[in-house]
């Protein structure tokens, strides 16, 4: 009903379809015009009823809008409650801004705003009791049982039971105040992750990616497996976990198509709710807010997505107001009920700063994980800021699919932990394939193309610029991505940090490792690389340059002689990566000034 015009206070009492269930829209107009002005009446009339309580949609409208201006300590005034319902563009709600003029001109004083609450309060019982009654004749005539019957009425008692015991008042707002007994006899260290170990049960993390990197993928694989008991990235599998996933982004084949994919299907979705493109108000919103509760609610989800976060507000994203309404109006009350929660967004036009938007997004999270697909298939997931440091702080994944013509093979689609079975089993031709080869030839992960071509044309390894150029990329991001300062839970305790195949010796950088705990086995033959092949003159006579007898530096490819040879140098000075550096002299020799 929150899309039709609502008739002034003098005709509330005619009858009409819209008012045959119980209410007093004498009190609620009463009492909207009093809130309006006083922060200390909606206080009291806070403690008696909840938005849920107020029939009319105009004065829930603004019963929300005044409580979101109390809880950011903002001026109320009918003149400042009608600004703040222009900004969410809701004003033919309320009549243009006509009826907030009405109910703002006469109003009660703020002690008399309890006594008219308590009136909604009454008339809201009876009505719910009355929607019971109706829900009960609509199930007989649908042929309920008995005992269908009788559990309409105890959900309908257990949910009255709560409303007074936590409903509102003060035993509402003291149920947040910790016992501190308890408290500290929780063992919150011993907290059990999710499957896939990316948050804990409550927490709230934000995946940030660029368009087309494949968020969806990997969040709606991750999340189907959940709510199917599944493992995920290697992680033992786990009881099913209700879940509701809310998606704004992805058309109904591709969702089809992707969860086929992944294995589901009918009767393979286990405790996995999934709404497309639900009418829910903005997230920023305290209308949002209690919608996306009351679907979280009827799932009984444990756990909710947001795809894409962005398309789920109304204010604008560069806004900290935006986001700090999101967490009050939406998130919170998520987290208040132990419901964890899952958004994702996209990556600014400088990815180094990581989501777009205001900074204050990453202000209200657990966790904020960065996705990056680095080509061939590998994905990094990089955790970026962290509230409590539980769990590892980056993946290294490799996604696998099968085509079968135009559409993905059904149950072949998934996203698994890299490691170096990986690259033993990688296809002829591919890029994991020529990335294998590149390290069996010696060549350390910072080689450019022009080197990386030299040296396959001379193993006479014929395969296309476009992969080259992938591989390179790859084998680069592996040592920018597989440090110890960025992903130190890939270099166990008391394992030996091996250089690159060809790395310059006095350099620091590590080998690179494809997933946790997994190291790579330096080449056999590590050094200098082979040298690129020699040319053959186009003329008959026409004589090859002689490749250099000595050593070559390892950079320029030019013979190496002097000092720098002689003290066990590979690289010319002016070639040398870590300028001012050189292997340590032994302990009995004088140190010569270069």
Same mark, same amino acid.
């Given at each position: 009903?929150?899309?039709?015009?609502?008739?002034?206070?003098?005709?509330?009492?005619?009858?009409?379809?819209?008012?045959?269930?119980?209410?007093?829209?004498?009190?609620?107009?009463?009492?909207?015009?009093?809130?309006?002005?006083?922060?200390?009446?909606?206080?009291?009339?806070?403690?008696?009823?909840?938005?849920?309580?107020?029939?009319?949609?105009?004065?829930?409208?603004?019963?929300?809008?005044?409580?979101?201006?109390?809880?950011?300590?903002?001026?109320?005034?009918?003149?400042?409650?009608?600004?703040?319902?222009?900004?969410?563009?809701?004003?033919?709600?309320?009549?243009?801004?006509?009826?907030?003029?009405?109910?703002?001109?006469?109003?009660?004083?703020?002690?008399?705003?309890?006594?008219?609450?308590?009136?909604?309060?009454?008339?809201?019982?009876?009505?719910?009791?009355?929607?019971?009654?109706?829900?009960?004749?609509?199930?007989?005539?649908?042929?309920?049982?008995?005992?269908?019957?009788?559990?309409?009425?105890?959900?309908?008692?257990?949910?009255?039971?709560?409303?007074?015991?936590?409903?509102?008042?003060?035993?509402?707002?003291?149920?947040?105040?910790?016992?501190?007994?308890?408290?500290?006899?929780?063992?919150?260290?011993?907290?059990?992750?999710?499957?896939?170990?990316?948050?804990?049960?409550?927490?709230?993390?934000?995946?940030?990616?660029?368009?087309?990197?494949?968020?969806?993928?990997?969040?709606?694989?991750?999340?189907?497996?959940?709510?199917?008991?599944?493992?995920?990235?290697?992680?033992?599998?786990?009881?099913?976990?209700?879940?509701?996933?809310?998606?704004?982004?992805?058309?109904?084949?591709?969702?089809?198509?992707?969860?086929?994919?992944?294995?589901?299907?009918?009767?393979?979705?286990?405790?996995?709710?999934?709404?497309?493109?639900?009418?829910?108000?903005?997230?920023?919103?305290?209308?949002?807010?209690?919608?996306?509760?009351?679907?979280?609610?009827?799932?009984?989800?444990?756990?909710?997505?947001?795809?894409?976060?962005?398309?789920?507000?109304?204010?604008?994203?560069?806004?900290?107001?935006?986001?700090?309404?999101?967490?009050?109006?939406?998130?919170?009350?998520?987290?208040?009920?132990?419901?964890?929660?899952?958004?994702?967004?996209?990556?600014?036009?400088?990815?180094?700063?990581?989501?777009?938007?205001?900074?204050?997004?990453?202000?209200?999270?657990?966790?904020?994980?960065?996705?990056?697909?680095?080509?061939?298939?590998?994905?990094?997931?990089?955790?970026?800021?962290?509230?409590?440091?539980?769990?590892?702080?980056?993946?290294?994944?490799?996604?696998?699919?099968?085509?079968?013509?135009?559409?993905?093979?059904?149950?072949?689609?998934?996203?698994?932990?890299?490691?170096?079975?990986?690259?033993?089993?990688?296809?002829?031709?591919?890029?994991?394939?020529?990335?294998?080869?590149?390290?069996?030839?010696?060549?350390?992960?910072?080689?450019?193309?022009?080197?990386?071509?030299?040296?396959?044309?001379?193993?006479?390894?014929?395969?296309?610029?476009?992969?080259?150029?992938?591989?390179?990329?790859?084998?680069?991001?592996?040592?920018?991505?597989?440090?110890?300062?960025?992903?130190? &839970?890939?270099?166990? !305790? /008391?394992? #030996?940090?091996?250089? =690159? @195949?060809?790395? *310059?010796?006095? %350099?620091?950088?590590?080998?690179?490792?494809?997933?946790?705990?997994?190291?790579?086995?330096?080449?056999?033959?590590?050094?200098?690389?082979?040298?690129?092949?020699?040319? &053959?003159?186009?003329? !008959? /006579?026409? #004589?090859?340059?002689? =490749? @250099?007898?000595? *050593?070559?530096? %390892?950079?320029?490819?030019?013979?190496?002689?002097?000092?720098?040879?002689?003290?066990?140098?590979?690289?010319?000075?002016?070639?040398?990566?870590?300028?001012?550096?050189?292997?340590?002299?032994?302990?009995?020799? #004088?140190?010569?000034?270069?």
């Amino acid at each position: 009903m929150d899309n039709v015009r609502h008739m002034p206070r003098d005709q509330a009492d005619q009858d009409g379809p819209s008012l045959n269930s119980p209410h007093n829209a004498e009190a609620e107009n009463w009492v909207a015009g009093v809130i309006m002005h006083s922060r200390t009446a909606y206080l009291e009339c806070a403690e008696v009823i909840d938005r849920d309580d107020i029939y009319q949609p105009a004065v829930r409208l603004i019963w929300d809008v005044v409580g979101g201006m109390v809880a950011e300590d903002k001026q109320l005034h009918p003149i400042t409650v009608h600004a703040e319902i222009e900004k969410q563009k809701r004003l033919r709600e309320v009549e243009g801004g006509r009826l907030l003029e009405r109910l703002g001109a006469q109003t009660i004083s703020p002690q008399m705003a309890q006594a008219f609450a308590e009136q909604i309060a009454e008339k809201a019982t009876l009505r719910r009791h009355d929607e019971h009654a109706n829900r009960k004749k609509q199930a007989i005539l649908l042929g309920a049982t008995a005992e269908e019957l009788d559990k309409l009425d105890t959900d309908f008692r257990q949910y009255e039971d709560r409303r007074a015991t936590t409903g509102h008042g003060p035993s509402h707002l003291t149920s947040a105040l910790l016992d501190w007994d308890p408290f500290f006899a929780t063992d919150f260290g011993q907290i059990e992750l999710l499957p896939g170990k990316l948050l804990a049960p409550g927490q709230q993390i934000t995946i940030v990616g660029d368009g087309k990197a494949g968020k969806s993928l990997l969040v709606q694989e991750w999340l189907w497996r959940m709510a199917t008991g599944q493992s995920f990235l290697g992680d033992r599998p786990q009881a099913p976990i209700p879940l509701l996933y809310v998606d704004a982004e992805n058309g109904h084949q591709d969702i089809q198509e992707r969860f086929l994919s992944y294995g589901g299907g009918p009767g393979r979705m286990g405790l996995m709710s999934y709404a497309s493109f639900p009418p829910i108000r903005p997230l920023d919103t305290a209308g949002g807010g209690a919608d996306l509760l009351a679907m979280a609610m009827e799932c009984e989800a444990q756990l909710v997505c947001l795809d894409t976060v962005s398309r789920f507000i109304s204010g604008p994203e560069n806004d900290a107001d935006t986001w700090l309404s999101l967490y009050r109006h939406t998130l919170l009350p998520l987290k208040r009920a132990g419901i964890a929660s899952v958004r994702l967004d996209h990556m600014g036009k400088d990815g180094e700063r990581g989501a777009r938007g205001s900074s204050a997004k990453t202000q209200d999270v657990d966790h904020v994980w960065e996705l990056r697909a680095q080509g061939g298939g590998v994905v990094v997931l990089k955790r970026t800021h962290t509230r409590t440091g539980i769990g590892p702080d980056a993946f290294v994944l490799v996604r696998h699919s099968q085509m079968d013509g135009s559409r993905y093979r059904p149950g072949h689609t998934r996203h698994v932990l890299m490691d170096y079975d990986h690259m033993e089993q990688a296809q002829e031709g591919s890029v994991e394939w020529l990335v294998q080869q590149i390290d069996d030839l010696g060549l350390p992960n910072d080689a450019g193309n022009p080197r990386t071509i030299a040296a396959l044309a001379h193993a006479q390894i014929k395969i296309s610029k476009d992969k080259i150029a992938a591989a390179v990329r790859m084998r680069k991001n592996r040592d920018n991505l597989g440090s110890p300062d960025t992903f130190p &839970e890939t270099f166990p !305790e /008391g394992v #030996p940090r091996e250089p =690159s @195949p060809g790395t *310059p010796a006095g %350099t620091t950088k590590p080998q690179v490792n494809h997933s946790p705990g997994t190291l790579r086995e330096p080449s056999p033959t590590p050094g200098s690389p082979p040298s690129p092949p020699r040319r &053959e003159g186009k003329g !008959e /006579g026409t #004589p090859a340059p002689e =490749s @250099p007898d000595g *050593p070559i530096c %390892t950079v320029c490819e030019k013979p190496l002689t002097g000092y720098r040879l002689d003290r066990g140098y590979d690289t010319h000075l002016g070639c040398d990566p870590t300028t001012g550096s050189h292997p340590p002299a032994e302990a009995d020799e #004088p140190h010569d000034a270069a």
